[in-house]
């Protein structure tokens, strides 16, 4: 891994919400930028009109991107996630999913609700930044 994640003293858990507070990226580190990912098949549709799936489709796909630059979940540095019409609801799946890839060591996130993405059937899409030293 070519970063360090921390969340530091005074500043509350986030690791049950699926994130970290604070990750660092040394000097001469190789950054690999992942493009917003959804929850679509090889094909480009989506999966699935369930939330949950989408999710878990994303993460996958994510997944493949990082594969083909020969790095792993283990290497994201930041999430920058967008949700459809976002509610509280919504942030249960996303910790499942973020705990499942990462466990205690999930990167950095910021969720931000959209009122809509790129076609009406996405609800869901996560861009992502890697690290490889």
């Not at 090889?42 to 020969?70: K, M, W, Y």
């Not at 976002?86 to 499942?100: F, R, S």
């Amino acid at each position: 891994m070519a970063h360090t994640i921390l969340n530091p003293n005074g500043l509350h858990d986030p690791v049950p919400f699926g994130y970290s507070h604070t990750a660092a990226v040394p000097a001469g580190t190789e950054l690999v930028l992942i493009a917003g990912q959804y929850g679509s098949g090889p094909d480009g549709a989506v999966v699935s009109g369930d939330f949950t799936e989408q999710v878990e489709r994303t993460f996958h796909n994510i997944g493949v991107a990082l594969a083909a630059h020969g790095l792993d979940l283990s290497h994201v540095v930041q999430l920058r996630t967008y949700v459809v019409n976002h509610d509280v609801t919504k942030l249960g799946p996303i910790a499942e999913a973020v705990q499942k890839g990462w466990g205690r060591q999930p990167p950095t996130q910021t969720l931000i609700g959209v009122a809509s993405l790129a076609t009406p059937d996405v609800l869901f899409e996560v861009e992502a930044l890697a690290a490889r030293s």
